[in-house]
């Protein structure tokens, strides 16, 4: 399980190459505890993307390096480690939501289709409460559906890790908070480490241990809450005092000028 | 210079995908005006060459080149039959050379940098002039006809699935780097299925120039087939029977154009996306 805890330290990204270049992401330190769910927030180019890249070895940092479970992130992804989420589903037109679930899992142990990754790929999806449309093509689901098959395509792979940048950021707010209540309960199931991405203060604190707040011009840490609201959490907690109380304050740090 | 050809679907597929009976009750209704439009000048022409006392050295009316194509139908039919391999089987090896060369264009980048700007510049060459120099080299036999068909039609194949392999989703290639996936990989499980309907925007374009590379190479220098005959009945100044070979081959190009249609049904069952727009 030691594994699963990832490193950064200073962390600086530049794209293009010219050191005149303004840096996307300057001396950001990071440490994510195994088993964490974890949330990057942070305003819209503040550079959260491109952090999760970085933490996942899907990029390479101009500055800095980054080690999971004491080794390169490379070797994370090449152990299939690694379970990302996109922003957008992605998934592919021509395969049904079942097929689409197994394609992570099909190229990372580089053996054909085989009973064993139809059956982890039922078993994500069911996770995820869609095993009745596992025949349906990407066109025949719905958003939210096909962000779901988005996860159980990650989740199929049994990752250690799931890097999820911005996955409910296209949803309506009741299918959101719908998934939110799903994903903590996956969570909670599996025990993986999350590192999530998102610019929603509420869908921050409702599924996080720890929330790391970002600043722009240059990326960087500004703040770090430790959540401390007890779990199960389920709908009821938006009501809560402690709750509102956290994204008060978030709030704060995001917009610290509009202190009305 | 690198366009799409019309009909080529974005990455959106939130269409649903028509089946197949309701697109052929849609081309029926389509195709009625028209048929009617066809007829109105086919008699109208009749009409024109009687009326107008026209010789028919110079043109011949409905009437008489469809008596001529029946008394001339064996004649006409194995002239047909020889065109049609010339385009079928040259059309055959333009696929395989377009996608070939696409594939390796997309897939090692210094042939993309070596070749593909020598592909583009043999596009300047006007192919059509190409016909005698192949007659020359290869003689009056198949393999000139088949080198001009090759050499017009393989370029929009290429051109039009290179469009489609380098039309990858930033984020399925993020996902695909996130287990390791090699080049090998991302091309065959991504970018190939990917490309499909820009292939078949391509293929469509191909035929008809299949057709026109056949018939030239036949002008240039042929014992047999339709291009043969139409040169040979303008010798003989038998205008029927150059008129029936005329609208043989546009026949056959039209049949050719719509058995690309259906071929394309036949793998939109597997691949619904090819059909999700075209058309
Ligand atoms: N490949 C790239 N080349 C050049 N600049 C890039 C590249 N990727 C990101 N950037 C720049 O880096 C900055 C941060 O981008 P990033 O996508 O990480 O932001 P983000 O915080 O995820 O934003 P959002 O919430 O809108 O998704 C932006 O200014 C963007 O223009
Ligand atoms: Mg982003």
Redesign the interface.
């Known amino acids: 399980m030691e594994s699963g805890f990832i490193s950064a330290r200073g962390i600086g990204m530049r794209f293009g190459g010219t050191s005149t270049a303004q840096p996307v992401l300057e001396a950001l330190d990071l440490t994510i505890a195994p088993g964490a769910f974890v949330t990057l927030l942070g305003p819209s180019g503040c550079g959260k993307s491109t952090l999760l890249?970085i933490l996942?070895g899907?990029l390479e940092p101009t500055d800095g390096e980054v080690s999971i479970g004491g080794r390169p992130p490379s070797e994370a992804?090449?152990r299939?480690q690694?379970?990302?989420v996109?922003?957008?589903p992605?998934l592919?037109?021509?395969k049904t939501a079942l097929q689409n679930a197994c394609?992570?899992r099909d190229?990372?142990t580089g053996k054909g289709r085989s009973a064993e990754s139809l059956r982890a790929a039922e078993n994500a999806l069911a996770l995820v409460g869609l095993e009745e449309a596992a025949g349906k093509?990407?066109?025949q689901l719905s958003g939210g559906m096909a962000q779901r098959v988005s996860i159980a395509?990650a989740l199929a792979?049994d990752p250690e890790i799931l890097?999820m940048d911005e996955p409910f950021g296209a949803l309506d707010a009741i299918t959101r908070d719908e998934m939110n209540e799903k994903l903590a309960e996956i969570w909670t199931q599996t025990g993986k480490t999350v590192v999530f991405v998102t610019h929603a203060i509420s869908e921050a604190v409702f599924l996080s241990d720890t929330v790391h707040v970002m600043g722009a011009d240059p990326g960087r840490l500004v703040q770090t809450l430790d959540i401390s609201l007890p779990r199960p959490r389920t709908r009821e907690v938006f009501d809560d005092p402690v709750f509102t109380d956290y994204t008060s304050r978030l709030r704060e740090l995001l917009e610290p000028k509009a202190t009305v | 210079m690198v366009t799409a050809a019309p009909g080529v679907p974005t990455r959106e597929h939130s269409r649903p995908v028509s089946t197949t009976p309701g697109r052929l009750r849609r081309w029926y209704s389509r195709a009625w005006p028209s048929a009617l439009l066809l007829l109105a000048v086919l008699v109208a022409w009749e009409l024109a060459v009687a009326l107008l006392g026209v010789s028919e050295f110079v043109v011949a009316p409905p009437s008489a080149f469809a008596a001529e194509t029946w008394n001339s139908r064996e004649l006409l039919l194995a002239a047909a039959w020889i065109t049609t391999q010339e385009i079928l089987y040259g059309f055959l090896i333009s696929v395989a050379v377009g996608v070939g060369l696409a594939v390796v264009i997309a897939r090692f980048s210094w042939v993309d940098r070596a070749v593909y700007p020598l592909v583009v510049l043999f596009q300047v060459v006007p192919k059509v002039a190409l016909a005698p120099i192949f007659i020359l080299w290869f003689g009056y036999g198949v393999t000139p006809k088949l080198l001009l068909v090759v050499v017009i039609a393989f370029f929009p194949i290429t051109l039009n699935m290179l469009v489609g392999l380098r039309s990858i989703d930033p984020d399925l290639l993020l996902l695909m780097k996130s287990v390791g996936a090699t080049r090998n990989q991302i091309l065959a499980r991504i970018q190939i299925p990917t490309s499909l309907p820009y292939l078949f925007a391509g293929m469509r374009i191909a035929i008809t120039l299949a057709v026109i590379g056949a018939v030239v190479a036949e002008f240039a220098g042929a014992s047999d087939g339709l291009g043969y005959l139409i040169q040979f009945a303008s010798t003989q100044l038998d205008t029927p029977l150059m008129f029936s070979a005329l609208i043989l081959v546009s026949l056959l190009g039209l049949v050719l154009y719509y058995g690309m249609s259906l071929a394309e049904f036949a793998l939109a069952r597997r691949f619904p996306h090819i059909t999700a727009e075209s058309q």
Do not use: N, S, T, Y
Request: hydrophobic residues 55%.
């Open positions: 890249k996942g899907l992804v090449d299939r690694i379970g990302l996109p922003q957008r992605a592919l037109p021509w394609v992570l190229v990372a093509l990407p066109h395509r792979m890097l």
